[in-house]
Protein backbone atom coordinates (compact mmCIF):
# COMPACT_ATOMS: atom_id res chain seq x y z
CA UNK A 1 0.00 0.00 0.00
CA UNK A 2 1.40 3.60 -1.00
CA UNK A 3 0.16 6.57 1.30
CA UNK A 4 -0.94 9.49 -0.74
CA UNK A 5 -1.11 12.67 1.27
CA UNK A 6 -0.75 15.07 -1.39
CA UNK A 7 -3.00 17.98 -2.75
CA UNK A 8 -3.62 18.45 -5.85
CA UNK A 9 -3.28 22.03 -5.92
CA UNK A 10 -7.01 22.64 -6.76
CA UNK A 11 -7.94 26.39 -6.42
CA UNK A 12 -10.45 27.95 -4.26
CA UNK A 13 -13.25 28.13 -6.93
CA UNK A 14 -12.74 24.70 -8.07
CA UNK A 15 -13.17 23.41 -4.66
CA UNK A 16 -16.49 25.30 -4.72
CA UNK A 17 -17.94 24.13 -7.54
CA UNK A 18 -16.30 20.33 -6.31
CA UNK A 19 -18.76 20.82 -3.34
CA UNK A 20 -21.78 22.18 -4.67
CA UNK A 21 -21.53 19.38 -7.27
CA UNK A 22 -21.57 16.78 -4.02
CA UNK A 23 -24.18 18.57 -2.03
CA UNK A 24 -26.35 17.98 -5.22
CA UNK A 25 -25.28 14.49 -5.49
CA UNK A 26 -25.64 13.44 -1.66
CA UNK A 27 -29.30 15.23 -1.52
CA UNK A 28 -30.51 13.02 -3.84
CA UNK A 29 -28.85 10.07 -2.59
CA UNK A 30 -26.27 9.33 -6.04
CA UNK A 31 -22.94 9.02 -5.37
CA UNK A 32 -20.20 11.06 -6.63
CA UNK A 33 -17.72 10.08 -9.38
CA UNK A 34 -14.30 8.02 -8.06
CA UNK A 35 -12.41 10.91 -9.28
CA UNK A 36 -14.73 13.24 -7.32
CA UNK A 37 -14.72 10.96 -4.45
CA UNK A 38 -10.68 11.43 -4.50
CA UNK A 39 -10.49 15.16 -5.08
CA UNK A 40 -12.28 15.44 -1.63
CA UNK A 41 -9.40 13.57 -0.20
CA UNK A 42 -6.56 15.75 -1.70
CA UNK A 43 -8.56 19.00 -0.39
CA UNK A 44 -6.19 21.81 1.46
CA UNK A 45 -6.38 22.83 5.42
CA UNK A 46 -7.46 25.64 3.94
CA UNK A 47 -10.79 24.52 2.49
CA UNK A 48 -11.17 22.36 5.42
CA UNK A 49 -14.27 23.77 7.12
CA UNK A 50 -16.04 23.96 3.73
CA UNK A 51 -15.39 20.14 3.43
CA UNK A 52 -16.97 19.67 6.59
CA UNK A 53 -20.02 21.74 5.83
CA UNK A 54 -20.81 20.20 2.46
CA UNK A 55 -20.63 16.95 3.77
CA UNK A 56 -22.79 18.38 6.93
CA UNK A 57 -25.71 19.18 4.43
CA UNK A 58 -25.27 15.79 3.26
CA UNK A 59 -25.64 14.09 6.97
CA UNK A 60 -28.91 16.84 8.17
CA UNK A 61 -30.71 16.23 4.97
CA UNK A 62 -31.00 12.27 6.30
CA UNK A 63 -30.37 12.71 9.98
CA UNK A 64 -31.07 16.01 11.25
CA UNK A 65 -28.84 16.45 14.45
CA UNK A 66 -29.71 12.93 15.27
CA UNK A 67 -27.10 10.86 17.04
CA UNK A 68 -27.07 7.18 17.47
CA UNK A 69 -25.03 5.79 20.32
CA UNK A 70 -23.56 2.23 19.89
CA UNK A 71 -22.56 0.42 22.79
CA UNK A 72 -19.81 -2.31 22.16
CA UNK A 73 -19.45 -5.40 24.35
CA UNK A 74 -16.65 -8.16 23.51
CA UNK A 75 -17.84 -11.33 24.36
CA UNK A 76 -14.98 -13.34 24.02
CA UNK A 77 -10.78 -11.27 23.76
CA UNK A 78 -8.04 -12.00 22.20
CA UNK A 79 -6.42 -15.58 21.24
CA UNK A 80 -7.93 -15.09 17.69
CA UNK A 81 -5.94 -17.46 14.81
CA UNK A 82 -6.70 -14.37 12.15
CA UNK A 83 -3.14 -13.12 11.44
CA UNK A 84 -5.07 -9.08 10.30
CA UNK A 85 -2.04 -6.74 11.14
CA UNK A 86 -3.77 -4.16 12.49
CA UNK A 87 -5.76 -6.20 15.54
CA UNK A 88 -4.44 -6.50 18.89
CA UNK A 89 -6.12 -9.81 19.29
CA UNK A 90 -4.76 -11.51 16.24
CA UNK A 91 -2.05 -14.54 16.13
CA UNK A 92 1.15 -13.74 17.35
CA UNK A 93 0.13 -10.51 18.94
CA UNK A 94 1.95 -9.67 21.94
CA UNK A 95 -0.21 -6.83 22.88
CA UNK A 96 -1.17 -6.77 26.78
CA UNK A 97 -4.99 -6.71 26.01
CA UNK A 98 -7.19 -8.80 28.10
CA UNK A 99 -7.79 -12.37 26.93
CA UNK A 100 -11.08 -14.21 28.07
CA UNK A 101 -13.12 -17.14 26.87
CA UNK A 102 -16.85 -16.28 26.39
CA UNK A 103 -18.86 -14.69 28.79
CA UNK A 104 -22.05 -15.83 30.65
CA UNK A 105 -25.12 -15.01 29.04
CA UNK A 106 -25.68 -13.31 32.69
CA UNK A 107 -22.59 -11.28 32.21
CA UNK A 108 -23.44 -9.96 28.37
CA UNK A 109 -26.84 -9.15 29.09
CA UNK A 110 -25.92 -7.20 32.66
CA UNK A 111 -22.95 -5.18 30.06
CA UNK A 112 -25.42 -4.54 27.11
CA UNK A 113 -27.81 -3.10 30.35
CA UNK A 114 -24.61 -0.64 31.30
CA UNK A 115 -24.57 0.54 27.66
CA UNK A 116 -28.57 0.94 27.36
CA UNK A 117 -28.40 3.35 30.86
CA UNK A 118 -25.88 5.03 29.36
CA UNK A 119 -28.06 6.35 26.10
CA UNK A 120 -27.00 2.93 23.53
CA UNK A 121 -29.56 2.66 21.01
CA UNK A 122 -27.85 -0.62 19.40
CA UNK A 123 -25.89 -3.18 21.53
CA UNK A 124 -23.09 -4.58 18.98
CA UNK A 125 -21.78 -8.26 20.67
CA UNK A 126 -18.63 -8.91 19.41
CA UNK A 127 -16.18 -11.85 19.72
CA UNK A 128 -12.93 -12.69 18.48
CA UNK A 129 -11.83 -15.69 16.16
CA UNK A 130 -12.50 -16.81 12.47
CA UNK A 131 -15.95 -17.24 12.60
CA UNK A 132 -18.91 -18.88 14.86
CA UNK A 133 -18.86 -22.47 15.38
CA UNK A 134 -23.14 -23.62 15.77
CA UNK A 135 -22.46 -23.99 19.36
CA UNK A 136 -21.25 -20.35 19.35
CA UNK A 137 -24.39 -19.21 17.38
CA UNK A 138 -26.58 -21.01 20.05
CA UNK A 139 -24.59 -19.26 22.51
CA UNK A 140 -25.23 -15.65 21.28
CA UNK A 141 -28.85 -16.43 20.17
CA UNK A 142 -29.40 -16.98 24.11
CA UNK A 143 -27.50 -13.66 24.54
CA UNK A 144 -29.58 -11.48 22.13
CA UNK A 145 -32.76 -13.07 23.30
CA UNK A 146 -31.85 -12.16 27.14
CA UNK A 147 -30.83 -8.75 25.67
CA UNK A 148 -34.10 -8.23 23.49
CA UNK A 149 -36.35 -9.42 26.43
CA UNK A 150 -34.70 -6.83 29.30
CA UNK A 151 -34.77 -4.19 26.04
CA UNK A 152 -37.11 -4.83 23.22
CA UNK A 153 -36.57 -1.45 21.47
CA UNK A 154 -32.70 -1.71 21.51
CA UNK A 155 -31.48 -3.00 18.52
CA UNK A 156 -28.63 -6.02 18.40
CA UNK A 157 -25.68 -6.36 16.24
CA UNK A 158 -23.89 -9.51 16.14
CA UNK A 159 -20.26 -9.71 14.94
CA UNK A 160 -18.92 -12.87 15.27
CA UNK A 161 -16.62 -12.96 12.17
CA UNK A 162 -16.97 -15.12 8.92
CA UNK A 163 -20.46 -16.66 8.70
CA UNK A 164 -21.27 -20.50 7.47
CA UNK A 165 -24.72 -21.01 5.50
CA UNK A 166 -27.73 -20.79 7.57
CA UNK A 167 -25.77 -19.22 10.84
CA UNK A 168 -27.28 -15.68 9.93
CA UNK A 169 -30.50 -16.61 9.45
CA UNK A 170 -30.55 -18.37 13.14
CA UNK A 171 -28.99 -14.73 14.58
CA UNK A 172 -32.27 -13.38 13.04
CA UNK A 173 -34.66 -16.23 14.29
CA UNK A 174 -33.42 -15.50 17.72
CA UNK A 175 -33.85 -11.42 17.33
CA UNK A 176 -30.62 -9.73 15.83
CA UNK A 177 -31.15 -7.15 14.08
CA UNK A 178 -28.32 -6.46 12.22
CA UNK A 179 -24.50 -7.92 11.73
CA UNK A 180 -21.03 -6.50 11.44
CA UNK A 181 -18.37 -7.73 9.09
CA UNK A 182 -16.19 -4.81 8.16
CA UNK A 183 -14.43 -5.39 4.57
CA UNK A 184 -11.88 -2.75 6.28
CA UNK A 185 -9.70 -1.48 2.92
CA UNK A 186 -9.77 -2.42 -0.94
CA UNK A 187 -9.75 -5.72 -2.63
CA UNK A 188 -6.39 -4.51 -3.95
CA UNK A 189 -4.69 -4.18 -0.96
CA UNK A 190 -6.71 -6.71 1.81
CA UNK A 191 -3.28 -9.31 1.18
CA UNK A 192 -1.57 -6.65 2.63
CA UNK A 193 -3.12 -6.46 5.79
CA UNK A 194 -4.06 -10.19 6.00
CA UNK A 195 -3.29 -13.56 4.75
CA UNK A 196 -5.55 -16.42 6.74
CA UNK A 197 -8.74 -15.04 5.18
CA UNK A 198 -9.48 -13.37 1.67
CA UNK A 199 -11.33 -10.31 0.89
CA UNK A 200 -13.91 -12.25 -0.82
CA UNK A 201 -14.51 -14.52 2.29
CA UNK A 202 -15.86 -10.73 4.33
CA UNK A 203 -18.01 -10.09 1.21
CA UNK A 204 -19.40 -13.36 1.40
CA UNK A 205 -20.70 -13.19 4.60
CA UNK A 206 -22.19 -9.36 4.40
CA UNK A 207 -23.92 -10.87 1.78
CA UNK A 208 -25.04 -13.63 3.85
CA UNK A 209 -26.54 -11.59 6.74
CA UNK A 210 -28.11 -8.77 4.42
CA UNK A 211 -29.46 -12.28 2.63
CA UNK A 212 -30.94 -13.39 6.01
CA UNK A 213 -32.86 -9.77 6.86
CA UNK A 214 -30.37 -8.81 8.89
CA UNK A 215 -28.85 -5.11 8.52
CA UNK A 216 -25.72 -5.09 6.75
CA UNK A 217 -23.32 -2.96 8.98
CA UNK A 218 -19.44 -2.96 7.52
CA UNK A 219 -16.64 -0.51 7.15
CA UNK A 220 -13.20 0.20 7.22
CA UNK A 221 -10.16 1.03 8.92
CA UNK A 222 -7.94 4.00 7.42
CA UNK A 223 -4.16 4.92 8.55
CA UNK A 224 -3.11 1.55 7.88
CA UNK A 225 -1.00 2.68 4.96
CA UNK A 226 -3.54 2.85 2.07
CA UNK A 227 -3.39 5.13 -0.65
CA UNK A 228 -6.38 7.85 -1.62
CA UNK A 229 -7.38 5.31 -3.97
CA UNK A 230 -7.85 2.55 -1.70
CA UNK A 231 -10.12 4.80 0.64
CA UNK A 232 -12.42 5.49 -2.21
CA UNK A 233 -12.48 1.83 -3.33
CA UNK A 234 -13.06 0.46 -0.25
CA UNK A 235 -15.91 3.74 -0.01
CA UNK A 236 -17.80 2.39 -3.32
CA UNK A 237 -17.02 -1.13 -2.56
CA UNK A 238 -19.17 -0.35 0.74
CA UNK A 239 -21.82 1.24 -1.06
CA UNK A 240 -22.34 -1.52 -3.69
CA UNK A 241 -22.73 -3.85 -0.94
CA UNK A 242 -25.79 -1.95 0.50
CA UNK A 243 -24.23 -1.71 3.95
CA UNK A 244 -26.65 0.60 5.74
CA UNK A 245 -24.32 1.33 8.67
CA UNK A 246 -20.51 2.10 8.16
CA UNK A 247 -18.23 2.32 10.70
CA UNK A 248 -15.21 4.33 9.65
CA UNK A 249 -12.35 3.55 12.04
CA UNK A 250 -9.01 5.09 12.43
CA UNK A 251 -5.99 2.55 13.10
CA UNK A 252 -5.05 2.44 16.73
CA UNK A 253 -1.38 1.01 16.37
CA UNK A 254 -1.44 -1.12 19.48
CA UNK A 255 2.28 -2.09 20.55
CA UNK A 256 3.00 -5.78 19.99
CA UNK A 257 1.29 -5.74 16.29
CA UNK A 258 3.19 -5.75 12.87
CA UNK A 259 1.34 -1.97 12.65
CA UNK A 260 2.80 -0.58 15.94
CA UNK A 261 4.00 2.72 15.48
CA UNK A 262 2.24 3.99 12.44
CA UNK A 263 0.97 7.53 12.81
CA UNK A 264 0.24 8.19 9.44
CA UNK A 265 -3.11 10.14 9.99
CA UNK A 266 -3.59 13.67 11.02
CA UNK A 267 -6.96 14.85 12.57
CA UNK A 268 -7.83 16.91 9.15
CA UNK A 269 -7.18 14.17 6.84
CA UNK A 270 -9.33 11.97 9.09
CA UNK A 271 -12.44 14.80 8.63
CA UNK A 272 -11.56 14.41 4.88
CA UNK A 273 -11.72 10.81 5.18
CA UNK A 274 -15.16 11.19 6.81
CA UNK A 275 -16.57 13.32 4.15
CA UNK A 276 -15.46 11.42 1.35
CA UNK A 277 -17.44 8.31 2.92
CA UNK A 278 -20.44 10.48 3.44
CA UNK A 279 -20.55 11.86 0.10
CA UNK A 280 -19.99 7.92 -1.40
CA UNK A 281 -22.25 6.69 1.33
CA UNK A 282 -25.09 9.56 1.60
CA UNK A 283 -28.08 7.54 3.06
CA UNK A 284 -25.95 5.20 5.27
CA UNK A 285 -25.28 5.31 9.01
CA UNK A 286 -21.76 6.62 9.25
CA UNK A 287 -20.45 5.95 12.48
CA UNK A 288 -17.56 7.19 14.27
CA UNK A 289 -15.55 4.51 15.49
CA UNK A 290 -12.11 3.43 17.27
CA UNK A 291 -9.01 5.76 16.87
CA UNK A 292 -11.22 8.94 16.76
CA UNK A 293 -10.38 9.99 20.35
CA UNK A 294 -6.19 9.44 19.52
CA UNK A 295 -6.53 10.85 15.70
CA UNK A 296 -8.98 13.46 15.71
CA UNK A 297 -8.43 15.06 19.29
CA UNK A 298 -9.54 18.12 19.98
CA UNK A 299 -11.64 18.14 15.98
CA UNK A 300 -13.65 15.01 17.38
CA UNK A 301 -16.85 17.42 17.64
CA UNK A 302 -16.28 18.44 13.38
CA UNK A 303 -16.43 14.99 13.00
CA UNK A 304 -20.07 14.83 14.34
CA UNK A 305 -21.18 17.26 12.03
CA UNK A 306 -20.54 14.51 9.48
CA UNK A 307 -21.47 11.18 10.92
CA UNK A 308 -24.59 9.82 12.25
CA UNK A 309 -23.60 7.87 15.49
CA UNK A 310 -20.73 7.46 17.37
CA UNK A 311 -19.50 4.48 19.98
CA UNK A 312 -20.01 5.43 23.22
CA UNK A 313 -17.25 4.69 25.72
CA UNK A 314 -14.94 1.87 25.40
CA UNK A 315 -14.09 -0.60 22.11
CA UNK A 316 -12.69 -4.09 22.07
CA UNK A 317 -9.34 -4.07 23.48
CA UNK A 318 -8.70 -0.20 23.95
CA UNK A 319 -10.37 2.47 25.88
CA UNK A 320 -12.39 5.52 24.87
CA UNK A 321 -12.66 8.37 26.68
CA UNK A 322 -15.33 8.63 29.43
CA UNK A 323 -18.81 8.03 28.45
CA UNK A 324 -19.92 10.79 30.25
CA UNK A 325 -17.01 13.32 27.87
CA UNK A 326 -19.26 11.84 24.82
CA UNK A 327 -22.25 12.62 25.94
CA UNK A 328 -21.33 16.11 27.26
CA UNK A 329 -19.38 16.55 23.84
CA UNK A 330 -22.95 15.65 21.74
CA UNK A 331 -24.46 18.49 24.38
CA UNK A 332 -22.10 21.45 23.47
CA UNK A 333 -22.68 20.29 19.96
CA UNK A 334 -26.66 20.93 20.22
CA UNK A 335 -26.85 16.94 18.90
CA UNK A 336 -29.86 15.11 19.84
CA UNK A 337 -29.04 11.45 21.22
CA UNK A 338 -31.88 8.85 19.61
CA UNK A 339 -33.52 7.10 21.80
CA UNK A 340 -31.85 8.56 25.25
CA UNK A 341 -33.13 7.79 28.64
CA UNK A 342 -35.77 5.94 26.95
CA UNK A 343 -37.04 8.31 24.58
CA UNK A 344 -36.63 8.81 21.19
CA UNK A 345 -34.63 12.31 20.28
CA UNK A 346 -33.67 13.53 23.55
CA UNK A 347 -31.67 16.22 24.36
CA UNK A 348 -28.87 15.41 26.42
CA UNK A 349 -27.65 18.26 28.75
CA UNK A 350 -23.93 18.56 30.16
CA UNK A 351 -22.57 16.49 33.29
CA UNK A 352 -20.86 17.45 36.26
CA UNK A 353 -17.12 17.24 35.03
CA UNK A 354 -16.28 15.56 38.07
CA UNK A 355 -18.01 12.38 36.61
CA UNK A 356 -15.31 12.54 34.25
CA UNK A 357 -13.04 9.47 34.08
CA UNK A 358 -9.98 8.83 33.04
CA UNK A 359 -8.59 5.93 31.56
CA UNK A 360 -8.02 3.02 33.57
CA UNK A 361 -5.37 1.18 31.46
CA UNK A 362 -2.54 0.53 30.59
CA UNK A 363 -0.90 3.20 28.47
CA UNK A 364 1.18 1.54 25.41
CA UNK A 365 4.42 3.22 24.44
CA UNK A 366 3.09 5.52 22.34
CA UNK A 367 0.86 8.47 23.43
CA UNK A 368 -2.67 8.27 23.33
CA UNK A 369 -3.40 4.19 23.29
CA UNK A 370 -4.64 3.07 26.35
CA UNK A 371 -5.09 -0.80 26.68
CA UNK A 372 -8.79 -1.54 27.85
CA UNK A 373 -8.91 -2.87 31.60
CA UNK A 374 -12.41 -2.35 32.62
CA UNK A 375 -15.97 -3.37 31.93
CA UNK A 376 -16.09 -7.35 30.42
CA UNK A 377 -14.17 -9.44 31.74
CA UNK A 378 -12.72 -7.62 34.18
CA UNK A 379 -14.15 -6.62 37.76
CA UNK A 380 -14.34 -3.05 37.28
CA UNK A 381 -17.51 -1.17 35.87
CA UNK A 382 -17.87 -0.69 32.50
CA UNK A 383 -17.31 3.22 30.66
CA UNK A 384 -21.10 3.28 30.00
Same mark, same amino acid.
Given at each position: ?117 ? &? ?8 ? %?? @?? $? /?? *?? !?? =? ?71 ? &? ?8 ? %?? @?? $? /?? *?? !?? =? ?150
Amino acid at each position: MNPSSDHDGTGPADVRDLLDTLVARGLAGTAPTRAEAVAVLRTGDDDLLDVVAAAGRVRRHRFGRRVRLNYLVNLKSGLCPEDCTYCSQRLGSTAQVLKYSWLSTEDAVAAARAGVDG &GARRVCLVAS %GR @GP $S /DR *DV !VR =VSAMVDGIKREHPDVEVCACLGLLRDGQAERLAAAGADAYNHNLNTSEATYADICTTHEYADRVQTVARAKGA &GLSPCSGLIA %GM @GE $S /DQ *DL !VD =VAFALRDLGADSVPVNFLVPFDGTPLAGTWDLTPQQCLRILAMVRFVCPTAELRLAAGREVHLRSLQPLALEMVSSIFLGDYLTSEGQAARADLDMLADGGFEVEGARGAAGARVTPGDRSEVRAPSGVPSSEPGVTVRRRGPGTAVAPNA
